[in-house]
């Protein structure tokens, strides 16, 4: 199985929006969104699930711990012909509003009002996307499940 599932990704993005409706953004300092704001994400490793993934990827790059709030959407592409690249988008609820940006992988992390980064024009299609969508209709998570122990689940959950 691993080889078959080598060229294929799984990432995790972080939509936190504070009491105040600002929105935490980061602007990174390398890959295709080199200097640009976007949201908080990276890649679920072999021992979390995403939703572990997302908040685990929010705390280590701008120090804002979160719980999720729900499922938004998914994002899913392929890379030159060869990668298909899959990010899923949650929804967060910030418990601290103290951003720390790790500056090893960011230039800059901050809530701001979405208005305000749609007049400065240098966020990521993903993030103006979003800005624009209605985010009320979340995919909540059900936990406690087994669906048999044949299958050796150590974490199971569903987002519906």
């Known amino acids: 199985m691993q080889e ?21 953004v980061v602007k990174k300092r390398y890959s295709g969104l080199k200097g ?13 699930t995403v939703d572990e993934a997302v908040i685990r990827e929010v705390l280590e790059e701008t120090g804002v711990a979160t719980e999720v709030e729900g499922i938004v959407g998914l994002r899913s592409g392929v890379l030159k012909g060869e990668i298909s690249d899959n990010m899923l988008l949650f929804r967060l609820k910030p418990l601290n509003m103290e951003v720390q940006a790790q500056l090893e992988e960011l230039y800059e992390a901050k809530f701001v009002q979405p208005e305000e980064l749609l007049k400065e024009g240098k966020q990521s299609i993903l993030l103006e996307e979003l800005i624009s969508y209605n985010l009320e209709a979340l995919q909540q998570v059900r936990t406690g499940l087994n669906p048999g122990d044949h299958f050796g689940y150590t974490s199971y959950k569903l987002f519906v």
């Open 36 to 48: 640009v704001w976007s949201l908080p994400a990276g890649f679920v490793k072999e021992n979390e």
């Open 4 to 24: 078959r599932c080598r060229n294929v990704w799984l990432a995790v993005s972080g939509i936190v929006i504070s009491d105040q409706g600002e929105w935490l």
